[in-house]
């Protein structure tokens, strides 16, 4: 069971980035998976989810209507697609898999099982 993030990188103030999470060794079916950041010095936070059951989605306050969530179940890859970044944006990205997903506590890291090695998104001003 594996979860691989890429697409992370470099951007400027404004600009987008399209973040992938690969997963092998599970199926995406009762699972919710989630895209988390982490900046230095400060917790893990969640930015946004989707349920694999009802492909249901959850934004932080800081991202909605910049950054979108999605799955491709034929590929087992989630994406979140990331506009008008600022700077506040960056961070280690990390996909996590919440599995036996109960339909609440999205955003707390604690609930899950699994989580990829991250990816860097660096967004300058």
């Known amino acids: 069971v594996q979860l691989v993030e890429s697409g992370g990188g470099l951007v400027q103030a404004g600009g987008s980035l399209r973040l992938s999470c690969a997963a092998s060794?599970?199926?995406?079916?009762?699972?919710?998976i989630g895209w988390f950041r982490q900046a230095p010095g400060r917790e893990r936070e969640g930015v946004s989810c989707?349920?694999?059951?009802?492909?249901?989605?959850y934004y932080a306050d800081s991202v909605k209507g910049r950054f979108t969530i999605s799955s491709d179940n034929t590929k087992n890859t989630v994406y979140l697609i990331m506009t008008n970044l600022k700077p506040e944006d960056t961070a280690v990205y990390y996909c996590?898999?919440?599995?036996?997903?109960?339909?609440?506590?999205?955003?707390?890291?604690?609930?899950?099982?699994?989580w990829g090695q991250g990816t860097q998104v660096t967004v300058s001003s």
């Open positions: 996590g898999v919440y599995m036996y997903y109960t339909g609440s506590s999205h955003f707390d890291p604690l609930e899950y099982d699994l």
């Open positions: 060794g599970f199926t995406f079916d009762d699972y919710a």
């Open positions: 989707i349920v694999s059951s009802d492909g249901k989605t």
